[in-house]
């Protein structure tokens, strides 16, 4: 990446750009790029973590988001709860609906529990007998380094390398050819996008 990221720059020796300044720029487009793309494109980053939850986490009713679990865009993709039988999938909601929980007729149980994230805490009900715990979360992409490339999906490097070369000539002071890399890169995410939108699976109804 390195090398066509030079090759755009017209400095395949490094004068004007060294290869320290480039890996830094690759992976600013790295962070721009897993921020606007479909998370369906960035299966490389999906992780699933198991947590056994302490009595303090049981009474407290959540689960601190730590070192152990940080998501990209805060993205807890699915969770599973176990109490005395197997895991089961809970049903994720929104922080603003979690007060409609508090209808007796919708207060979850062991056979249906909800959960929902605020402020980086996973919080779960019913919580008293929990067990375990697993989250499946997209993780942050590891760091472009010297001798690697991206950790995504070889068919985004081109695009990462796109804002790469964008923040490299604002760096330069070439505002012209910055906005046109920052375009073409914009522009092959949206495609992305769209054909996902096109050609996703249908949801369960």
Sequence with gaps: MTTLLGLRLEDPSEVNFTS????NALNVGQRTLVNLIHESYLTELENLTTVVPSSTDKSNGYIVLGSGVNPLRNRIMATEVKYDGD???VAMVPFYDAKDIENSYLTPDEGSPVAWVVNNKLHIRPSATL???KVYYLGLPSAIASDANSPLN???HDIIVDLAEAELWKMDNNVSR???A???GIQQIQVLNER???EAPKEVQ
């Design 196 to 198: 996902y939108g096109a």
């Design 20 to 23: 320290a300044t480039k890996i």
């Design 131 to 133: 067990t375990g715990i």
């Design 178 to 180: 910055s906005q046109l």
């Design 87 to 89: 895991f089961k999938f």
């Design 182 to 184: 920052r375009e073409m």
């Design 154 to 156: 070889a068919g985004l």
